[in-house]
């Protein structure tokens, strides 16, 4: 069983589209992140999410909101679409503090 | 700020040899460190941590890294490489909370053969 599974794993989409990223974990973990990687690899959190706290990355847009339906999932919303939102978009998951996370696959965004 | 360096794009290594992978940190606090590897494709993969404790720390593969707080360094090091570990590392760290990770721009590693 894959721990923690994003769809879709390509998204290609035009410049002004809303869509969304979905991710579920099977680890029981009580902590969920996004995370933004560019096209020179650089990795920066988006936000780290659990059930009594969200953390945003003061520097991510507010066209990205997280959103939790419950435990096992953190999907990311992400409004108005622009080219420079093109990367690739990776969920994880850890028992919080500092604790080792598991990493999807990650989510490959191509703005048109 | 908390911040992690890693002052090497890119490291080769003939395979057998020893390898090291650079980290250096700044923290304001106790800091946790962290490393990960990401193959071609994949999200990261742990490899090992330091909480506290010895400063040396074993973790998968066969890869341990040092901990050394008067030089602000975490180096990733491997006995005798393989051409299976070329790949992208990153090192990492964050602070008790764990809110917020701070990852190194990464290193990539390629072990020839």
């Known amino acids: 069983d894959t721990a923690v599974s994003q769809t879709p794993k390509y998204l290609v989409t035009q410049m002004g589209n809303d869509k969304s990223i979905k991710c579920e974990q099977n680890l029981g973990h009580d902590t969920m992140y996004w995370y933004k990687q560019d096209s020179k690899k650089f990795l920066k959190i988006m936000f780290s999410y659990n059930n009594k706290e969200l953390i945003i990355n003061e520097t991510v847009p507010n066209r990205f909101s997280p959103k939790s339906p419950d435990k096992a999932h953190l999907n990311l919303h992400i409004n108005s679409l622009e080219l420079g939102d093109s990367a690739v978009y990776f969920c994880a998951s850890s028992q919080g503090g500092y604790q080792p996370q598991h990493f999807g696959d990650g989510t490959r965004l191509s703005i048109l | 700020a908390q911040s992690v360096a890693q002052p090497e794009d890119q490291v080769n290594v003939a395979e057998g040899n020893p390898l090291t992978v650079k980290c250096t940190y700044s923290?304001?606090?106790?800091?946790?460190l962290f490393w990960y590897v990401q193959y071609p494709n994949r999200g990261l993969q742990f490899l090992l941590k330091?909480?506290?404790?010895?400063?040396l720390v074993k973790g998968s593969y066969g890869f341990e890294a040092e901990f050394n707080k008067s030089q602000t360094s975490f180096h990733l090091k491997k006995p005798s490489a393989l051409v299976s570990d070329s790949a992208l590392y990153f090192c990492?760290?964050?602070?008790?909370?764990?809110?917020?990770?701070?990852f190194g721009t990464g290193t990539s590693l390629t072990v020839i053969p």
């Open positions: 990492a760290v964050t602070l008790k909370t764990g809110n917020q990770f701070y």
């Open positions: 923290v304001s606090g106790n800091p946790y």
């Open positions: 330091y909480i506290t404790g010895d400063n």
